[in-house]
């Protein structure tokens, strides 16, 4: 099954659009307005196996976090190459969206082409945006004015100390929770719709607000034992959305807000996109989060990545194909026995998506 993986992000959308092509899908593209680091188009593909008017969906996403989509991608081109359109009933369809972030995908960034985490990107910018009060204190040292030397020596002090005080579960609360006055920092949620998400809630305004059921499951990776795929749930007991999530998937559903996960509680998630674009479906929405290096060194990764962007490093140096490196294995797992983990466990959620949609 490592056939359906791939080593780019070019190889990857050629290898679900083939797929797509030979099911005789339907296809939606929308070409985003910059290129991936070869001078490659960027787009999210969307496909949708089954009827046109299934009052049930599940829609299955990669790459919301970028570099994260070798993973999600494998299995969406697996869907289709291994025919589960043949699984949907009359009343159910499944939606397959490739790439939610294709720019950070193509250039192997977790965050889009303005350093936005998409993922902390989806809050109303109307109301007030959420606070984080702690960050401002972590960030010079989060993003030291030089990678090298005394600065870097004194950044990792201060972290170390902030750990030592505070305690690492502080730490990642704090700096992945999302912030958003710290355009080159990390974990930043900007300031505005981004343009994934003007993308996608435009495609489920448009061909998802008639669907009476939503299942959303999005893939995800860096979080976690590797190869295991947890399902983080939203809400905690007695909110509809979780009671559904345990059902469908089990008694190992975890939540944020439960506090049993191995994410923190976040804002802006991609699933507010798609409820606000079809309020009248009933959502039940998951992260389907895949386990890949340990937490220190994924967070080491992001931190060096963004590095990168806010302070700059010439691309094609040594230290730039290094850090790019880190954030590939960091965010993909490469092996063989990592791929055949994560495809049968994402066949196993989605199938009891759609189980769970006709229960
Ligand atoms: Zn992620």
Redesign the pocket.
Known sequence: MDRHFSDDYAGARGKFLAAAEDAGARLWQFAHPLKGPGGEALGTDIVRLGARDARNVVVAGSA??GV?GFCGSGCQTGFLRENWAARLNSDTALVLVHAHNPHGFAHQR?VNEDNIDL?RNFIDFEADRPENPGYAELHPSLVPETWAGPAREQADAAIESFKQREGMKKFQQITSRGQYDFPNGLFYGGRGASWSRRTIEGFARDCLSGAARLALVDF????GPRGHGEVIGRGGPGEGQYERACAWYGDDVKSAAVGNSASVRLSGTIDFGYRRACPKAETTAI?L?FGTRPLEEVHEAIRADNWLYARGGAEGSSHFNSIKQQMRTAFYGEDSQWKADIWARGQQIVAQALAGLNG
């Open positions: 919301t976090h994260e977790r993922n995800h990776t860096g979080l992260t989060e």
